[in-house]
């Protein structure tokens, strides 16, 4: 391939069709849904983590253009999903909020990084492999932060 060839096949890359915002909306939605109900979620956890997760994804989409700070972005993320889940399973006792959070957070996880970054490490491309495992460990631990705050909070008020 000559270089020409490349530059043109890079272009073609970097124009081609994103999924519309509906469409990821959905796919958010469902992803979570899935993952509720696999972690043995009923119908009403599901449905509680897939709307949840359609709130984050579309707040994180609105507030990244803005450059905001990413570990703060996933630790509001994260403090938004424990409240709110909390919250619902005060008002809806039949709900158990552990598998709304386990279904709503999974929009958020960087699994793709964090496996990059092991497999940069093994084959022995330390700097990048460490780089990429270490943001991936900072975006977890600022979800882990926000929902363990927000479930700390509602211990002390009472939620």
Do not use: W
């Not at 939605?29 to 009403?44: D, P």
């Not at 330390?126 to 780089?131: E, N, V």
């Amino acid at each position: 391939m000559s270089f020409e060839e490349a530059k043109k096949t890079l272009k073609d890359i970097e124009g081609a069709p994103y999924f519309s915002f509906p469409l990821r909306l959905f796919a958010a939605s469902m992803t979570s849904f899935i993952y509720s109900l696999f972690f043995n979620g009923t119908i009403y956890d599901s449905a509680i983590s897939a709307t949840i997760s359609i709130v984050i994804y579309y707040m994180l989409e609105k507030v990244s253009g803005i450059g905001f700070f990413q570990f703060f972005e996933f630790f509001f993320s994260g403090f938004i999903i424990g409240i709110v889940s909390s919250f619902i399973e005060k008002i809806m006792p039949f709900v158990n909020k552990d598998n709304i959070i386990t279904g709503a957070i999974m929009i958020l996880l960087p699994g793709v990084a964090l496996t990059n970054g092991i497999k940069d490490i093994i084959y022995g491309d330390f700097t990048s492999g460490i780089a990429k495992f270490g943001e991936a460990m900072l975006i977890i631990t600022a979800i882990g932060a926000g929902i363990g705050t927000a479930l700390s909070l509602k211990v002390g008020v009472g939620l």
